[in-house]
Structures are given as C-alpha cells and as structure tokens.
Nanobody, 123 residues
C-alpha cells in the first residue's frame, strides 16, 4: 500500500480558488490510479475526480466539471487538485485515495486513503 498525505485546504470565499496536494510515499506511486473524494457534514463520502497511472485519463463528477482539474507528478509522487470558482456546496473534507486497479472510479476499489483536508467555502 501507499501512504498519502493531503495539504492545501482552507477557508475561501465563493468564487475563489484552492490547490490541494497529495503527497505519496513509496517508489511505486506511478502504478496507482489516484483520486479525490469528499465528505460534507451529514453526507456520505462521494467521488470527485480520478486520474490514471500515466495521467492521460481523467474522470470528473458532474458537479465539478469545468471547475476542478486534477494532475499528477509521478517523479515527485504528488497529485494535485486545482479547484476554481468554488461554491459553498464544495465545502467538505477532501480525501486523496489510491487504487492498484488500472483505472477505476469506484470508491471500494481504493485501498489507500489519506486523513483528509478541510475545504470551507463561505458565501
């Protein structure tokens, strides 16, 4: 398994931007599909975005399409989530996750999780 540590969360006004980072340990990071999930207060954790091992393929939840962008730097074992035009409904704890599957968006396929980083968007 790979260990993941998120950073970059915080408080931002609606319309603002944040960039989350997910630092991974281990030399095999490039063999993991990596994604971001989020959990808002009182709600179940939900899929946000996933990126393939190579970084060439991505999938986004409809709610963030056109506003969020995921990227990865395998040389530095890091995945990024650029979040623009943030809305109050984006408020949640954001989790980075890694899966050994070749490509998946299913939460149950992700076996490695970070502790999460809080994102709060004020109206």
């Amino acid at each position: 398994q790979v260990q993941l540590v998120e950073s970059g969360g915080g408080l931002v006004q609606a319309g603002g931007s944040l960039r989350l980072s997910c630092a991974a340990s281990g030399r095999t990071f490039s063999s993991y599909t990596t994604g971001w999930f989020r959990q808002a207060p009182g709600k179940e954790r939900e899929f946000v975005v996933v990126i393939s091992r190579s970084g060439r393929t991505t999938s986004y939840a409809d709610s963030v399409k056109g506003r969020f962008a995921i990227s990865r730097d395998n040389a530095n074992n890091t995945v990024y989530l650029q979040m623009n035009n943030l809305k109050p409904e984006d408020t949640a704890v954001y989790y980075c996750a890694a899966s050994p599957f070749s490509y998946t968006t299913r939460e149950q396929d992700f076996g490695s999780w970070g502790r999460g980083t809080q994102v709060t968007v004020s109206s």
